[in-house]
């Protein structure tokens, strides 16, 4: 079955502007989770959705924002970039949750410049 | 508070050596426990996981943790390392009631031939 699907797979914005990343998860995933992945800062959770609620947040400030729709796609936002969000931002869905492990996407890379 | 560490940041092993990657958390109860592995530009790719029962837990592509509660310890073997064993790997930790991972700093394996 088909994996996790990120897109886009690279992205190029500009200070201030803001953007959009897109996650499909696998097929009968209900719990999607996000992370940024930075060489400075390593993994780090942003959110997770199930069956369009947000469970967990990390610490993150607000211009990071995500949803999740009736057929457990994920969005997440970034407004108001900074050059400090650049990232390989991860997307990684699960069936039951935690207990059954994640599975990742290959992942967004975004550069801000 | 809240810890996963995985003290070496680089590892380098001959192509047919053995190969162990140690990874210590500082949680108040025991949490579920996972390594990845992430090719470069990639995502991640779960090797492995526990929770509970046996503490020898085997993984895909030949590898194998070991739980032990007394040392809060959860590390990564494999007897016989390939050079496509080059790459990433993380240690990362969940609660059951979290829908998060916390990950460790992440291990990088070189394999010399």
């Known amino acids: 079955k088909a994996g996790v699907t990120q897109t886009p797979r690279y992205l190029i914005k500009t200070r201030g502007q803001q953007v959009t990343l897109s996650c499909s998860p696998i097929?009968?995933?209900?719990?999607v989770s996000w992370y940024q992945q930075t060489p400075g800062q390593g993994l780090q959770f942003l959110f997770e959705?199930?069956?369009?609620?947000?469970?967990n947040k990390g610490n993150f400030p607000g211009r990071f924002s995500g949803r999740q729709f009736s057929n457990s796609r994920s969005e997440m936002n970034v407004s108001t970039l900074e050059l400090g969000d650049s990232a390989l931002y991860l997307c990684?869905?699960?069936?039951?949750?935690?207990?059954?492990?994640?599975?990742f996407g290959s992942g967004t890379r975004l550069t801000v410049v | 508070a809240q810890s996963v560490t995985q003290p070496d940041i680089h590892i380098t092993v001959s192509e047919g050596a053995s190969l162990e990657l140690r990874c210590n958390y500082s949680?108040?109860?025991?949490?579920?426990l996972f390594w990845y592995v992430q090719s470069p530009g990639q995502g991640l790719q779960l090797l492995l996981k526990?929770?509970?029962?046996?503490?020898l837990v085997q993984g895909i592509k030949g590898f194998e943790a070991e739980f032990k509660r007394s040392q809060s310890s959860f590390n990564l073997r494999k007897p016989s390392v390939h050079w496509s064993d080059a790459a990433e790997y993380f240690c990362?930790?969940?609660?059951?009631?979290?829908?998060?991972?916390?990950f460790g700093a992440g291990t990088t394996v070189t394999v010399r031939a």
């Open positions: 990684a869905s699960t069936s039951m949750g935690t207990l059954y492990g994640y599975t």
């Open positions: 097929s009968g995933h209900r719990s």
């Open positions: 959705y199930f069956s369009e609620t947000q469970r």
């Open positions: 949680y108040g109860a025991t949490p579920y």
């Open positions: 526990y929770f509970s029962g046996d503490t």
């Open positions: 990362a930790v969940a609660l059951s009631n979290d829908y998060k991972l916390s």
